[in-house]
């Protein structure tokens, strides 16, 4: 977990990201319910007349030497506690403000997002004075059927700045090119717009590893990629696949590619707890999200188990939703594989929490697609 960060997780079958809560204001409410509760119960008892109690940051109470003269006085300290830790709560669970201009890589998501969409003239209206024709834009994306991207951070002033990028390009005949280079981006009127865009071809064939992605990443805008190759196993398309499905929401498909639990006496090659939801709960799990973005590190093989002949391993994720009120959410943890009965591979269940930042840059995801599976405990 990132540090300081509460442990925030979400049912990986609910539908991902609809189902999280904010870890700061989930983390502020509970120590303001746990501080009311101890300080009604000193009321109660009138035990603060007689002593003195100091209330700790984690919401409990411990006694200490000095007297307060009286219950009057330890009623109104309890009290202008109780309005300090109210203010504070209510600071922390604000929502985020969605009427403020998206930062420079909310847009680039977006204009991912709408080129996914297939809402060409949408990532179109994200540029100024764009380089090429509106039908010549458009035309280039009919043999892809999603980008995957990855963004540096935003170099630049208030006013204008760079984003050095990594783009994997899935096409319908199973390849993936990818690209490496900038994007040039500008304050102008009330938000941020690409001004210019200087990508050339990393690979093509497969994409390429997270170490070749994180390198290109931290090149400056004027450095040539290095072309690079990685492999790309039945897991990958495992999780390529079921992103792919949710995004065109056909729901039906992507429920089946999980493991379930199946007739007849344990063991018998299924699992023995059924660790989806309920269809109905599934889909409307996804009912905010326009779009989910994918990514994923090193398959962690570790085969079957006594009673569980169906495991096969896991694989970290990061997972970014852009959401129809125009903000994003974004998670990271791992998914246990197995296989079913035919061989092939599914999903048996997943762990995520919530990243601080809702749109990750490239460096953050590939830092937590490097998690170590098995620390997450995920049940299976």
Not at 195 to 209: D, I, K, W
Request: glycine residues 10%; hydrophobic residues 40%.
């Amino acid at each position: 977990m990132q540090p300081g960060q509460p442990k925030t997780t979400i049912d990986p079958v609910s539908g991902g990201w609809a189902s999280a809560v904010s870890s700061t204001s989930g983390h502020c409410l509970s120590v303001l319910g746990r501080s009311v509760r101890a300080l009604a119960n000193l009321i109660q008892t009138g035990k603060a007349g007689k002593r003195g109690f100091l209330l700790r940051r984690d919401g409990r109470t411990m006694e200490h030497n000095a007297t307060y003269g009286g219950t009057q006085n330890m009623r109104k300290l309890i009290l202008l506690v109780m309005f300090v830790l109210l203010t504070a709560t209510t600071i922390h669970a604000q929502p985020a403000d969605q009427t403020a201009p998206a930062a420079p890589l909310a847009v680039l998501y977006s204009y991912y997002t709408e080129i996914n969409l297939g809402d060409y003239l949408a990532a179109y209206n994200h540029w100024v004075n764009p380089p090429m024709t509106y039908a010549r834009f458009s035309s280039g994306f009919t043999a892809t059927t999603h980008i995957v991207p990855y963004f540096a951070p935003f170099t630049g002033t208030a006013g204008a700045g760079s984003v050095r990028s990594v783009l994997l390009g899935y096409r319908a005949d199973g390849l993936v090119e990818s690209y490496a280079g900038c994007f040039n981006l500008s304050y102008v009127g009330a938000g941020w717009y690409i001004t210019g865009a200087n990508l050339t071809l990393l690979a093509n064939g497969s994409p390429p590893t997270n170490a070749a992605i994180s390198t290109e990443l931290a090149q400056s805008c004027t450095a040539n990629p290095a072309p690079a190759l990685g492999t790309y196993d039945a897991a990958d398309q495992l999780v390529v696949n079921y992103f792919d499905l949710i995004n065109r929401r056909s729901y039906a498909s992507a429920y089946s590619l999980w493991l379930s639990p199946q007739p007849g006496p344990q063991p018998n090659g299924s699992p023995a707890t059924e660790y989806r939801r309920p269809f109905d709960r599934f889909v409307s799990g996804y009912a905010d999200t326009r779009y989910g973005y994918v990514y994923f590190g090193d398959y962690q093989f570790m085969g079957a188990a006594a009673g569980k002949p169906y495991l096969q391993g896991m694989l970290p994720m990061v997972l970014v939703g852009d959401r129809w009120d125009g903000g994003f959410r974004a998670f990271y943890g791992c998914w246990v594989i197995g296989t079913f009965p035919n061989g092939a591979l599914g999903i048996v269940n997943g762990r995520f929490y919530q990243f601080l930042s809702d749109t990750p840059s490239g460096v953050d995801i590939l830092s937590r697609v490097n998690i170590d599976c098995a620390t997450l405990n995920i049940p299976n």
